[in-house]
């Protein structure tokens, strides 16, 4: 199947996922955020050990007994939550792209940021695809970093890592879904809403 702008013949919407309205969803989805960062944190310092177990006790010192170290270490980690989201949003943004040759929409709702596609109706795989995209290139990326760079930089490519696989719950419940899907469905992305259609066979036969 082939994305289009077009929802085929036969195809009813199946279900919809609507932060914009649904606030319990979207509560529940930074509350497992939450978890997700210190998962994800124990993953890639365990695999930081792996790769560079004579580096790592150097590489991580934080100073917390600097007023100015602190402040600095709190800025660091403003800005690198802001790399993140862009990072995140911009491989979504990529993929989406690279499936449809149209421009995706970006934005930042306060508790979220997204990039969309809401003309049109990826079908399942692809749409995975692009759902998975920024946890798996970025982590990739990222363990990639740390096998070449300076210890000093072991403390923000982590952080940076960790950030973007805990703003991955979204996509992880989305992946999830969609899993549980036939191949033939299809998704459409508006951003603060997706929404799943399936084939109707019931209706197909009438």
């Keep these: 199947m082939q994305p289009t702008k077009i929802l085929p013949e036969g195809y009813s919407q199946a279900g919809i996922l609507d932060l ?9 989805l930074n509350i497992a955020g939450l978890g997700l960062f210190f998962l994800f944190g124990w993953i890639f310092l365990q695999i930081l050990i792996m790769l560079r177990p004579l580096d790592v006790s150097e590489g991580l010192v934080v100073n917390l007994s600097n007023p100015v ?3 600095l270490s709190c800025i660091v980690f403003i800005l690198l939550n802001i790399l993140m989201i862009i990072l995140h949003e911009a491989a979504h943004g990529v993929f989406f792209w690279a499936f ?5 929409e970006f934005a930042f709702r306060g508790l979220y940021a997204y990039a969309a596609l809401p003309d049109w109706y990826l079908p399942r795989n692809m749409y995975l695809v692009t759902c998975l995209a920024p946890l798996v290139l970025i982590s990739l990326a990222g363990i990639l970093l740390l096998v070449f760079v300076p ?9 940076l890592m960790t950030l973007n696989a805990s703003g991955a719950a979204g996509d992880f419940l989305v992946a999830a879904w969609l899993l549980l899907q036939p191949p033939t469905c299809l998704a459409n992305d508006r951003g603060d809403a997706f929404s799943l259609f399936r084939f109707d066979t019931r209706g197909s036969t009438q």
Aim: include cysteine; glycine fraction near 0%; aromatic fraction near 16%.
């Design 100 to 104: 449809t040759r149209s421009c995706p």
């Design 151 to 159: 210890s000093k930089f072991f403390w923000s490519i982590l952080v």
């Design 20 to 28: 914009s309205s649904n606030r319990p969803v979207l509560i529940w």
């Design 69 to 71: 170290s602190i402040v």
